[in-house]
């Protein structure tokens, strides 16, 4: 670990002031794999440093969560420890920020029965609800970020020895995190910069439909009204500004729930919750699923369409440019937070109240009526690529190039 002492500390550093960006008397909350430990005493002390009142660290262990999926009884998996629940909402409660390190070994769960999985997620989605949606709402700071382990590194570089394939996962991330420029403090902060410039063009622009072409793919997505992009750094309820994801190179916005319509076809794996799904196509009318197939991960995708009816309509709709650093890195990581960097991406399920004007204050009934999608779960799945044209259809009814080739096609002022 020796090896990478300067750039940990470096990445403890972004961690901390630019990801949850901690202000004094704040509690910081951190869940890691326990292969993160080194990572999190730093992230603690810098924490600390920064005037952080608590750091509390939740470690977790994959092959405590295979020993308990393999050997549990069945309705081990239909209960929810509620009184983590509770502390979550107390955390938020107490203006606390909320660090997540997110390795997870993409085949983890390969030999479970789909159904008990399916039924693991919709109880731990439904016990979480009020924390998600506090955290969707940008209530509290949080962030994402990742480290490797063994099994994810070994998923990506399958053909070296641990140790190597680790270190090279860990060179991976400190490039596309910017640890490896002099300065990633004043990197992140002119990458911010940009892609505020992108969003304050797309916000003018205020399209009315987005039309996706590429091979597998037709559709058109509507946006709903009043739909706000957003891109690179977040500003808290209580006015701090933070990353929730490191890395980032999306922008992202929200699409009407009824308002979809034709057949996109996914571009990169996707890992959830220890399944990967794959060669899929989601085929929408009027926003919801109506047909779908998967070469792998069919019964995977099928519970996850299942969980409620807003699994099957979209939440989220984010452009990123083929040329990102994540996808010049000519890697499959197998990792949501890497992969959906890497390429133009939808989410399956609950929309962000963030992505149309005024919504952290509208009602349930209201977002509803707004066409703004609600479900238990929110699930990212790549469909760039260099072959994806993206045109917007203003409200006069003008098409618009966005993406040629799988590239911005328009130039910033
Ligand atoms: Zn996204
Ligand atoms: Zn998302």
């Not at 002031?17 to 910081?28: A, C, D, E, H, R």
């Not at 949606?133 to 099994?151: E, F």
């Not at 640890?179 to 004043?186: H, L």
């Not at 992202?252 to 794959?278: A, E, S």
Request: net charge negative.
């Amino acid at each position: 670990m020796d090896r990478w002492e300067n750039e940990l500390n470096k990445y403890a550093e972004l961690a901390v002031k630019v990801g949850v960006n901690i202000q004094p008397g704040q509690t910081l909350f951190v869940n890691a794999p326990l292969e993160a430990a080194p990572l999190v005493r730093k992230i603690a002390k810098t924490a600390y440093e920064t005037g952080a009142k608590h750091v509390y660290v939740e470690w977790n262990d994959e092959a405590l969560t295979y020993i308990k999926f393999h050997h549990a009884p069945e309705e081990a998996f239909s209960e929810y420890p509620m009184w983590r629940a509770k502390a979550m909402e107390e955390l938020v409660e107490q203006g606390a920020a909320f660090l997540s390190i997110y390795a997870p070994n993409p085949d983890l769960l390969k030999d479970v029965d789909p159904k008990r999985i399916a039924t693991a997620n919709k109880t731990a989605a439904q016990a979480l609800a009020n924390y998600r949606s506090a955290i969707m709402a940008d209530r509290n700071c949080w962030s994402l970020l990742s480290v490797p382990t063994a099994a994810w590194a070994r998923k990506v570089f399958g053909d070296l020895r641990d140790e190597e394939a680790i270190d090279k996962l860990w060179e991976a991330i400190f490039r596309i995190v910017r640890v490896d420029q002099e300065d990633p403090i004043a990197a992140w902060r002119e990458h911010n910069d940009r892609l505020a410039r992108i969003v304050a063009y797309l916000n003018n622009k205020q399209y009315k439909q987005l039309v996706y072409e590429a091979p597998g793919t037709n559709i058109t997505v509507e946006l709903v009204d009043g739909h706000v992009w957003h891109g690179g750094a977040a500003t808290s309820q209580t006015g701090v500004r933070f990353n929730p994801n490191m890395p980032t190179e999306e922008v992202f916005t929200m699409p009407h729930k009824d308002g979809v319509n034709g057949t996109v076809r996914n571009t990169k794996p996707l890992n959830y919750n220890g399944n990967v799904i794959d060669g899929f196509t989601l085929t929408f009318k009027d926003g919801q699923v109506v047909d779908f197939s998967a070469e792998e991960g069919y019964e995977t995708l099928k519970h996850l369409l299942d969980t409620d009816d807003g699994a099957r309509r979209l939440g989220e709709v984010a452009l990123v440019p083929h040329q990102s650093p994540v996808s010049l890195s000519n890697l499959i990581f197998y990792n949501t937070l890497f992969d959906e960097n890497a390429a133009c991406h939808f989410a399956l399920g609950k929309a962000y109240p963030t992505n149309i004007e005024n919504g952290a204050a509208l009602s349930k009934e209201e977002l509803d009526r707004r066409g703004v999608n609600d479900s238990l779960v929110h699930v990212d799945f790549m469909i760039g690529s260099a072959e994806l044209n993206i045109d917007g259809v203003t409200k006069d009814g003008k098409r618009e190039p966005i993406f040629r080739r799988g590239n911005w096609a328009f130039e910033l002022s």
